[in-house]
Each structure stands twice: as C-alpha cells, then as structure tokens.
C-alpha cells in the first residue's frame, strides 16, 4: 500500500532549526494526492496537527507554530517538508506525516488508493 517515509529529525538546541521531509510512495505511479499534513505527539499528550497543505498549496498552522514554520510541497516528488526555525524545547515530540486520499496506477492494471495514511514518525528534540 501507500508509504510515507520521514526524514530530518534530530537533536537541535533552541533557536535553531530543522526540514522534516516525508516522500509518499504506492506499489504503482502516483497520480493523485490530496493534502498532505504534518502532526505531531509529546510524551503524554494527544497527537495534535501543526501543519497541512492541499494539493492546489493552501496552507494551515497551528497558532504555535505560526511564523516559524513552513510547510511546502513537491507535487512532482509526491513529497511534503516542514521548514522548522526559531525552534523550542516545547517543540519536541515525534512528527508524524499524513498524506489523503492518494490514488495510484498498478503496473498490472487498474487502479489502488489510500484514503489516509501516517508515516513512522520522526522524532524531535529541541534542548534548552
């Protein structure tokens, strides 16, 4: 089925930054993605959106992380990045990637689809 794989996660100290990628792949050519999406989940606590962006580039934050990070996306590469600066050790958690809605060609015919799917999670941790 659909996979996201995440990279770029680290060890980084407050103020400065890190680029989480998740590249989606399918047993087949992709040719259809919605939004893409980034959440992620501290110790204890809910897992809690951060950002997402629609196929077409609209983009949402939550009030946290408003202008200091960015999320973009390369439609081409079926891959999203989050762009994470001035960051804080609130900021630590595991970051988890989320893709909807994905339809792909099978080599065999036909065509298979992922409604929604997360990736492994990638963890971040921001020292004081």
């Known amino acids: 089925q659909v996979q996201l794989v995440e990279s770029g996660g680290g060890l980084v100290q407050a103020g400065g930054s890190l680029r989480l990628s998740c590249a989606a792949s399918?047993?087949?050519?992709?040719?259809?993605?919605?939004?893409m999406g980034w959440y992620r989940q501290a110790p204890g606590q809910q897992r809690d959106l951060v950002a997402s962006?629609?196929?077409?580039?609209?983009?949402n934050y939550a009030d946290s992380v408003k202008g200091r990070f960015t999320i973009s996306r390369d439609n081409a590469k079926n891959t999203v990045y989050l762009q994470m600066n001035s960051l804080k050790p609130e900021d630590t958690a595991v970051y988890y990637c989320?893709?909807?809605?994905?339809?792909?060609?099978?080599?065999?015919?036909?065509?298979?689809?992922?409604?929604?799917?997360w990736g492994q999670g990638t963890q971040v941790t921001v020292s004081s």
């Open positions: 989320t893709a909807d809605h994905v339809f792909y060609r099978r080599p065999e015919g036909g065509t298979g689809y992922d409604l929604g799917t």
């Open positions: 399918a047993p087949g050519t992709i040719f259809s993605l919605n939004a």
């Open positions: 962006i629609s196929n077409d580039g609209n983009t």
